[in-house]
């Protein structure tokens, strides 16, 4: 077995570290991650994987292994769910509660996004748009956001997220996209104002009948609805163009969806100011 580096990646785990990979690329002995694996033989747990053959003398020539976002994705999910169907003492369990009302968002919602906890930090999955889990971002007690290395720049999707529903809100940013789903609309969130425009109109490009509302964040620099503004743009041009994209912002002195949500924004209203 091989001791994984910066170059060479765990398939498991994706830390450079503490993990070893077989020459051939077929198993590897993660010291992190047990679920998926068939057996520990003291030195970690063994995963049996399924990548093509790299012979050994070209094997260090290998950038990275592809990372199983899968497997990291569902002990993430796992532990986290653990934590807040047990409750106890514990530090651990007090810190992902305050950090819970911290979001505020419900916990039912988060786990249609897919919510994990890795020991320090909230995980979420980024998707594509053909709902492949291509990264994990991270969110921690201070509110801090950062990417797991590797991940990909992708889409927040909930579970329940449905395409072609007569109305699909665009949000920007996960607990946005979450007040969404919580004003019982289909919502779909990019990862900042600047991305995700590819993977959207691969999403939607093809949903006829169904009203896109892009929902800007009020910056001081207009970042938002610029990057709002481009999306738009980018629907009307595609090779099914809608008629129907909107556009539209909190009023001024709220930042986004979330704090609009808190100032008292329903459903109802947001509907009427969509319809108008």
């Known amino acids: 077995m091989i001791r994984v580096s910066e170059d060479i990646l765990c398939p498991i785990c994706g830390k450079p570290d503490w993990c070893l990979v077989s020459p051939d690329g077929k198993a590897a002995i993660c010291s992190r991650i047990q679920e ?24 260090k020539k290998q950038r990275r292994w592809p990372i199983n976002w899968n497997v990291i994705h569902d002990g993430y999910s796992r532990a986290v769910t653990r934590l807040y169907e047990s409750p106890d003492n514990s530090v651990c369990y007090h810190i992902v509660m305050e950090m819970l009302e911290n ?7 988060l786990l249609q996004f897919g919510i994990g906890w890795d020991g320090e930090a909230f995980t979420f999955p980024i998707k594509n748009s053909n709902l492949d889990i291509i990264g994990l971002m991270r969110r921690f007690p201070n509110g801090d956001k950062r990417l797991i290395k590797g991940s990909g720049m992708g889409l927040f999707i909930p579970s329940t997220f449905y395409n072609q529903s007569p109305c699909v809100l665009v949000c920007e940013g996960l607990t946005d996209t979450a007040t969404g789903v919580e004003l019982n609309f289909s919502s779909v969130g990019r990862m900042n104002c600047n991305t995700g425009n590819t993977e959207l109109i691969s999403l939607l490009g093809g949903c006829c009948g169904t009203r896109i509302v892009i929902i800007a964040d009020n910056d001081p620099d207009n970042a938002g609805i610029n ?15 809608y008629v129907d994209v909107k556009v539209i912002r909190p009023p001024e002195g709220i930042k986004d969806l979330r704090e609009w949500k808190e100032s008292g924004l329903t459903r109802e209203k947001l509907l009427d100011i969509i319809r108008k």
């Open 36 to 59: 998926g694996s068939v057996n520990n033989n003291g030195a970690g747990f063994l995963h049996i994987l399924d990548n093509t053959y790299v012979p050994a003398k070209n094997f």
């Open 103 to 109: 979001v505020g968002i419900e916990f039912s919602t």
């Open 227 to 241: 990057g709002a503004r481009i999306l738009a743009k980018e629907f009307l041009s595609c090779e099914n163009p």
